[in-house]
C-alpha cells in the first residue's frame, strides 16, 4: 500500500513561490504517473499538473500553466510542486495523487479517476 505525505504549504503574498514536496511510502513512485490536484471548501477537486512514471511528460491546467512546474526525483522518491507567482486562486488545499499502474509510460492524467492513492493535502494561501 502507498502512502503519500504532502508538504512545504503555507502562507504567501501574491506573487510569491512555495515549493510543494510529496513524498511516498510503500513503492517507488517511479511505476506511477503523478499528480497535483487543489481544492477549495465546497468546490469539486481541481487538477493542477501531472507528470508521467518516466518524467517525460507533463500536463498542466491552463490556470497554472507557465507559473508552476511538475518534477519528480527517483532518489528521494518524491515528487515536488514548484509554484511561482501565486494568487489569490490558486489559495487551497493541494493535494498529490498516484496513478493507475498501467497506464502507458507517457501518460500523464488529468482526471481524478486515473489516480488510486491521495495524500492528506498541504494548505496554500495566496494573500493578496
Known amino acids: 500500500q502507498v502512502q503519500l505525505v504532502e508538504s512545504g504549504g503555507g502562507l504567501v503574498q501574491a506573487g510569491g513561490s512555495l515549493r510543494l514536496s510529496c513524498s511516498a511510502s510503500?513503492?517507488?513512485?517511479?511505476?506511477?504517473?503523478m499528480g497535483w490536484f487543489r481544492q477549495c471548501p465546497g468546490k469539486d477537486r481541481e487538477f493542477v499538473a501531472a507528470?508521467?512514471?518516466?518524467?517525460?511528460?507533463?500536463h498542466y491546467a491552463d490556470s497554472v500553466k507557465g507559473r508552476f512546474t511538475i518534477s519528480r526525483d527517483g532518489a528521494k522518491n518524491t515528487v515536488y510542486l514548484q509554484m511561482n507567482i501565486l494568487k489569490p486562486e490558486d489559495t487551497a488545499v493541494y493535494h498529490c495523487?498516484?496513478?493507475?499502474?498501467?497506464?502507458?509510460?507517457?501518460?500523464?492524467?488529468?482526471?481524478?479517476?486515473?489516480?488510486?492513492?491521495w495524500g492528506q493535502g498541504t494548505q496554500v494561501t495566496v494573500s493578496s
Open positions: 495523487a498516484a496513478a493507475h499502474q498501467g497506464l502507458k509510460v507517457l501518460a500523464a492524467p488529468t482526471a481524478v479517476k486515473s489516480y488510486d492513492y
Open positions: 510503500g513503492r517507488p513512485l517511479s511505476t506511477s504517473a
Open positions: 507528470i508521467s512514471r518516466s518524467g517525460g511528460n507533463t
